[in-house]
């Protein structure tokens, strides 16, 4: 069977076997980049009868044959053939075809490498809005969860080991921070990415009057960039891009962890909706929280994906080489997963109730007033070392008697502290404390009703 002769391959003898061809294709994923190539072409083609290197009506020729084949594609009616190697090469093989020869002219003054490099900005511009938006959707949830939960006190845990009580608000809150920082980054690598490759063809330019502002200006980037050899080969926008994803990866991981946790029998804080769990095909009583533990599991994909990319990146030589092919590959994937785990947090935390019955009744294990009271002891004129200290031996006193520190009469405490007050019960038990905290940003009552506040009014402007 007589193979396809490739438009750009005449210098070549023959044609890459089928197996060698499979192997340096990208258009199997690299066509979703279709609609970022067409419009880079119209700009280009555009620019290119500006410039008089082609007339108006080539140009016109050009854009129409252009805007067919984006239809055809969008309409699932365009046959793709793995043997025009990636997304360029196939729309401008089908501009050829379907305009003749003026449709060899769209490449003047221009290279696979400068287009590529464009493409993927372009696409990762609006890739980084679309997560942006659903990264705003997932803080509006915790948000509303910190609503309903302002004043269910809860206990907060350092090295998994009860620590100090909080609003379970403060808690959700917690997490609409994370999240923020993960918008803004995002956004910062937007900003840097905005800066056309093209006109830099495959690595020096062109001897033709190509304008670079003029495409740079057609498809909304705000700079062009300086150096043709740089242009071609950077790709730290795509592994920032990856490292963003990693990081919102992250912060899911957490999340999922702490429901996980907090869903098992023996803390039973948390319920998470039946729809978002699965049963076991052997123990009929089960209800597992796989969709959390997948959360948990594609950080790994996305790191994978870092991993990947930062090290085809590694010992590359200068200019463009074929490895930067597989940008795409730890890119997209990265992308992909971290869309659908940030939509799937968002489901679930639409769908989780926190149980204040249960997390109420435990509040007086575990001595979460202990630091308060010391706080307290500070008031007192005593040094914190000291009350540290006092409060220290107060609980190894209540441990062996089995009671809360609530629970010690006046005297039990003039015993370890004669400073200590008939006021100290308003400073102990759970419910007091957080009441007290008085820091801004504490995990307190008051300080979770203004997070709140500044959250409402900081989403609103999206
Ligand atoms: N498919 C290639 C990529 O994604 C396009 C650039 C090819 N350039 C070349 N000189 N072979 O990187």
Same mark, same amino acid.
């Given at each position: 069977?007589?193979?396809?002769?490739?438009?750009?391959?005449? /210098?070549?003898? !023959?044609?890459?076997?089928?197996?060698?061809?499979?192997?340096?294709?990208?258009?199997?994923?690299?066509?979703?980049?279709?609609?970022?190539?067409?419009?880079?072409?119209?700009?280009?083609?555009?620019?290119?009868?500006?410039?008089?290197?082609?007339?108006?009506?080539?140009?016109?020729?050009?854009?129409?044959?252009?805007?067919?084949?984006?239809?055809?594609?969008?309409?699932?009616?365009?046959?793709?053939?793995?043997?025009?190697?990636?997304?360029?090469?196939?729309?401008?093989?089908?501009?050829?075809?379907? $305009?003749?020869?003026?449709?060899?002219?769209?490449?003047?003054?221009? =290279?696979?490498?400068?287009?590529?490099?464009?493409?993927?900005?372009?696409?990762? &511009?609006?890739?980084?809005?679309?997560?942006?938006?659903?990264?705003?959707?997932?803080?509006?949830?915790?948000?509303?969860?910190?609503?309903?939960?302002?004043?269910?006190?809860?206990?907060?845990?350092?090295?998994?080991?009860?620590?100090?009580?909080?609003?379970?608000?403060?808690?959700?809150?917690?997490?609409?921070?994370?999240?923020?920082?993960?918008?803004?980054?995002?956004?910062?690598?937007?900003?840097?990415?905005?800066?056309?490759?093209?006109?830099?063809?495959?690595?020096?330019?062109?001897?033709?009057?190509? @304008? /670079?502002?003029?495409?740079?200006?057609?498809?909304?980037?705000?700079?062009? =960039?300086?150096?043709?050899?740089?242009?071609? =080969?950077?790709?730290?926008?795509?592994?920032?891009? $990856?490292?963003?994803?990693?990081?919102?990866?992250?912060?899911?991981?957490?999340?999922?962890?702490?429901?996980?946790?907090?869903?098992?029998?023996? %803390?039973?804080?948390?319920?998470?909706?039946?729809?978002?769990?699965?049963?076991?095909?052997?123990?009929?009583?089960?209800?597992?929280?796989?969709?959390?533990?997948?959360? /948990?599991?594609?950080?790994?994909?996305?790191? !994978?994906?870092?991993?990947?990319?930062?090290?085809?990146?590694?010992?590359?030589?200068? !200019?463009?080489? &074929?490895?930067?092919?597989?940008?795409?590959?730890?890119?997209?994937?990265?992308?992909?997963?971290?869309?659908?785990?940030?939509?799937?947090?968002?489901?679930?935390?639409?769908?989780?109730?926190?149980?204040?019955?249960?997390?109420?009744?435990?509040?007086?294990?575990? %001595?979460?007033?202990?630091?308060?009271?010391?706080?307290?002891?500070?008031?007192?004129?005593?040094?914190?070392?000291?009350?540290?200290?006092?409060?220290? &031996?107060?609980? @190894?006193?209540?441990?062996?008697?089995?009671?809360?520190?609530?629970?010690?009469?006046?005297?039990? %405490?003039?015993?370890?502290?004669?400073?200590?007050?008939?006021?100290?019960?308003?400073?102990?038990?759970?419910?007091?404390?957080?009441?007290?905290?008085?820091? @801004?940003?504490?995990? !307190?009552?008051?300080?979770?009703?203004?997070?709140?506040?500044?959250?409402?009014?900081?989403?609103?402007?999206?």
């Amino acid at each position: 069977m007589a193979k396809k002769q490739r438009i750009w391959e005449k /210098r070549l003898k !023959g044609s890459p076997p089928e197996m060698a061809m499979n192997f340096v294709q990208s258009l199997s994923f690299d066509k979703r980049l279709y609609k970022y190539d067409i419009a880079g072409s119209i700009a280009h083609s555009q620019m290119l009868a500006e410039q008089k290197l082609i007339s108006n009506a080539q140009f016109r020729q050009i854009k129409s044959g252009l805007l067919q084949i984006e239809r055809q594609i969008s309409d699932g009616k365009f046959k793709f053939d793995k043997a025009d190697e990636d997304i360029h090469m196939a729309v401008e093989a089908a501009l050829i075809k379907k $305009i003749g020869v003026v449709g060899r002219k769209l490449h003047t003054g221009r =290279s696979r490498n400068d287009q590529v490099a464009a493409d993927l900005r372009l696409w990762m &511009r609006d890739e980084i809005e679309i997560i942006q938006t659903k990264i705003t959707l997932l803080q509006q949830a915790f948000i509303e969860m910190a609503q309903k939960y302002q004043d269910v006190v809860c206990p907060a845990y350092t090295h998994m080991q009860r620590a100090q009580p909080i609003i379970l608000a403060a808690y959700l809150l917690s997490f609409v921070e994370q999240f923020e920082r993960d918008f803004i980054r995002l956004g910062n690598c937007s900003g840097l990415l905005d800066v056309s490759p093209l006109g830099s063809g495959a690595i020096a330019g062109s001897t033709l009057p190509i @304008s /670079r502002t003029s495409t740079a200006e057609k498809l909304g980037f705000h700079q062009v =960039s300086r150096n043709s050899i740089d242009a071609t =080969s950077d790709r730290d926008f795509c592994a920032e891009f $990856i490292f963003d994803c990693a990081l919102i990866a992250a912060h899911l991981s957490r999340l999922a962890e702490d429901w996980i946790i907090f869903s098992s029998s023996e %803390f039973n804080f948390v319920h998470i909706d039946d729809k978002y769990c699965t049963s076991s095909s052997m123990m009929p009583q089960k209800r597992n929280p796989d969709m959390l533990e997948l959360i /948990r599991a594609k950080t790994g994909t996305v790191y !994978g994906s870092l991993v990947g990319m930062l090290t085809i990146l590694k010992g590359l030589p200068s !200019g463009y080489n &074929r490895d930067l092919q597989e940008d795409k590959v730890h890119v997209f994937t990265a992308a992909d997963t971290i869309e659908a785990s940030v939509d799937m947090a968002c489901a679930i935390a639409a769908n989780t109730g926190f149980n204040a019955d249960k997390i109420k009744a435990g509040l007086d294990e575990g %001595f979460l007033d202990a630091t308060a009271l010391a706080e307290y002891l500070v008031l007192k004129n005593i040094a914190f070392r000291q009350a540290h200290g006092i409060v220290g &031996r107060l609980v @190894s006193s209540c441990e062996k008697q089995g009671k809360k520190l609530v629970q010690l009469n006046l005297a039990e %405490f003039k015993k370890y502290c004669p400073a200590i007050e008939r006021d100290v019960y308003k400073f102990l038990g759970a419910e007091n404390v957080v009441k007290r905290y008085a820091t @801004s940003g504490a995990a !307190g009552v008051k300080q979770a009703g203004e997070q709140i506040a500044f959250w409402k009014k900081q989403l609103s402007k999206r």
